[in-house]
């Protein structure tokens, strides 16, 4: 597996090894032992899956308290992927990072927890799949403004009118949150 630091400390790009030959192909997306050990002994207890049509923004979301760590990935379609350093004490902190993640490129991003994590389906009929370390709380579930000016994502939206869900419209701009330690 091919590791890509992204310049936020412990956000990952993971690149895993890809066998394939004219009948398709085969690669393992998680192994506890092999990402053991590259640092990331990891605990997932719960796999979600999500559809999306092309412009659909789902984020940018964390849970504080009890924040879940992810390692996302995509299976069919592609998505523009976006995390965000809530931790107050990075040095990073309110800086974003953000990748094309496909089903072409096999990309997988790790996400720590005390990030807010989003994306926007750049093809209809994306799926989304990712691994948590912690359980969905929704009492516990915050949405970053997607389109925050003091964190200043940038967003491939050329053509697409972004389709939020009604929480994420009211999503909490960076001065109005509460950060992790």
């Known amino acids: 597996m091919n ?40 605990d997932f207890v719960q ?11 789902r984020g940018l979301h964390f849970q504080n308290p009890n ?3 992810k390692l996302v990935r995509v299976v069919a379609g592609r998505v523009w992927d976006v995390a965000v350093d809530l931790r107050r004490s990075s040095t990073t902190f309110g800086k974003w990072y953000g990748l094309e993640l496909s089903a072409s ?13 989003g994306f926007v389906a750049l093809e209809d009929g994306t799926d989304f799949l990712y691994k948590c370390v ?7 579930e915050h949405s970053l403004l997607w389109n925050d000016p003091a964190v200043g994502i940038e967003w491939p939206l050329e053509g697409l009118e972004p389709q939020l869900s009604g929480k994420d419209k ?12």
Do not use: C
Request: no cysteine; aromatic share 12%; proline share 8%.
């Open 3 to 42: 590791i890509v630091e992204t310049g936020i400390a412990d956000l990952l790009v993971l690149e895993p090894k890809v066998f394939g030959d004219d009948r398709g192909f085969f690669v393992e997306s998680w192994n506890r032992r092999a990402f053991a050990e590259i640092g990331l002994d990891l």
């Open 47 to 57: 796999d979600n899956h999500s559809r999306s049509a092309a412009g659909v923004l």
């Open 67 to 69: 924040p879940q760590g």
């Open 105 to 117: 490129n096999r990309k997988m991003l790790w996400v720590p927890p005390g990030f807010a994590h």
């Open 134 to 140: 912690g359980y969905y709380n929704p009492s516990n």
């Open 170 to 181: 009211l999503g909490r701009p960076l001065s109005d949150i509460e950060p992790f330690a």
